[in-house]
């Protein structure tokens, strides 16, 4: 039985991943993914599914789509007008031909890569708070009396993948968490604010102390550490430090206070857009993202992208900060084409480097009285990733409300997807068996390629 009939079979069977086959089969997928690399992003605020996602170009129900009555539709590139009353245009969907997803004109030039897409509509959320829909959103779990109960999605990939990594998980903003008893220290998320607070971390003055100096003596503390880990019972402890150690070295000797400062970044990845109103800061992380992967020094990065929380003019922000979103994904993307993965000979970082894209929740398909759109209890997800299904969209919602609507039979029976399910399925792709991390969610195994 191959990995997706196995899935296939835990999934019908509502079994999940346990067992002594699940487990071999796991660790056997999972050896082969240790050489791949992970990006996060995080649509911060909840963003409006209608215009790219989910595109609703009709009044129908509830839904008032955006039109020229209610938006600037010069900024917006994929903007192409379509008769919805005798004053008024809305837009057409965007599907060029050989596309099998539609699209809203928020999506922006991505909309050039939709061969490499894959898209989760009707995304059941059950909240309509932000604190909850985000971290549903990166662990599968609700909050519990306000407190986090579970690791994030970077934290289970840096935990199985990332331990020996220079930095296994880079947390820019993103919303990381680290819990649970079956993880390794290691692993717990650098979460800064900015890049240039890794510099800082790093740069060390030469005033009282050369470069060598310094390298000899954490060389020493090192191996000390390692020799008194042998004449101890519970040589754990010890020899962590002496991996903490060894890694600063590699940290200060390798150059990486000058590589990731944000002049260096912008001079090593010009394609990047760092002076998008929106998306300039995650411009910046994605840059530090591909120089980090470049020098095979982390697993995964992690980082969040505002504008999304439009309660007031919807319209006037929502299509900008979504083309921005979707502008920087596709020069991602096209960086990763160019750029050699640091270990496969002949691969590039694109054929291992997998990017799920997440939000708090949808908004309102009805526009309030401050041209705004609120919270909505249903969302979308986007994965990029050579084991996911590419050019395809799952899931839906009712044509009328735009709420979820079971696509599916699950063990528990027929019900819509959730972030849970999402999650459930993208370690799975990677040899990890959910119910390590998990408590709710199935493997889907329709979404994987």
């Avoid at 837009?91 to 890569?113: A, M």
């Avoid at 470049?294 to 309660?311: P, Y």
Wanted: with cysteine; hydrophobic share 40%; glycine share 8%.
């Amino acid at each position: 039985m191959d990995r997706r009939a196995f899935l296939a079979a835990c999934s019908v069977a509502g079994l999940g991943v346990s067992g002594v086959l699940g487990r071999a089969l796991f660790a056997a997928t999972q050896a082969a993914a240790d050489q791949e690399f992970f990006v996060f992003v995080h649509a911060s605020g909840g963003w409006d599914v209608t215009l790219w996602a989910d595109p609703r170009n009709e009044r129908r129900g509830i839904v008032e789509p955006g039109s020229t009555d209610n938006l600037d539709t010069t900024p917006i590139k994929n903007w192409v007008d379509r008769k919805l009353d005798e004053d008024t245009n809305t837009f057409e969907i965007v599907q060029p031909k050989g596309c099998n997803i539609p699209f809203g004109p928020g999506i922006g030039r991505l909309v050039e890569r939709a061969d490499r897409l894959c898209l989760i509509n009707g995304l059941a959320m059950n909240t309509v708070s932000h604190p909850d829909g985000t971290t549903y959103s990166v662990t599968g779990r609700h909050l519990v009396g306000g407190r986090v109960v579970a690791s994030s999605i970077d934290t289970m990939m840096a935990n199985e993948l990332g331990k020996e990594q220079t930095f296994p998980s880079v947390s820019i903003a993103f919303p990381s968490s680290y819990v649970g008893d079956d993880l390794d220290r290691r692993v717990v998320p650098l979460r800064i604010s900015n890049i240039g607070a890794i510099t800082r971390t790093l740069t060390r003055s030469e005033r009282w102390e050369t470069s060598a100096d310094r390298d000899a003596v954490t060389t020493l503390l090192a191996d000390e550490a390692r020799e008194l880990a042998k004449h101890t019972q519970y040589p754990g402890a010890l020899n962590g430090l002496a991996l903490q150690y060894d890694a600063l070295r590699r940290m200060l000797g390798s150059g990486l206070s000058e590589v990731f400062s944000v002049p260096a970044l912008k001079s090593a990845q010009p394609s990047l857009d760092y002076k998008a109103r929106f998306a300039g800061n995650a411009a910046i992380n994605a840059a530090f993202a591909v120089e980090a992967m470049k020098r095979n020094v982390i697993r995964c990065t992690s980082l969040a992208m505002g504008g999304f929380d439009t309660h007031t003019n919807n319209y006037r922000q929502q299509p900008v900060v979504q083309q921005e979103l979707f502008g920087l994904l596709h020069d991602l993307l096209g960086v990763l084409d160019a750029t050699p993965h640091p270990t496969k000979a002949g691969k590039k970082l694109a054929d291992h480097t997998h990017i799920l894209v997440v939000s708090d929740f949808c908004r309102t398909p009805q526009i309030n009285v401050a041209q705004g759109r609120d919270h909505y209890p249903n969302n979308s997800a986007l994965v990029i990733s050579p084991r996911f299904k590419r050019n395809a969209v799952f899931g839906k919602t009712d044509p009328d409300q735009l709420l979820p609507v079971p696509t599916r039979t699950f063990s528990d029976g027929a019900r819509a997807f959730t972030p849970a399910d999402l999650l459930a399925t993208f370690v799975s792709a990677f040899g990890v068996n959910p119910r390590k991390y998990l408590r709710d969610g199935e493997v889907v195994p329709e979404w994987l390629a």
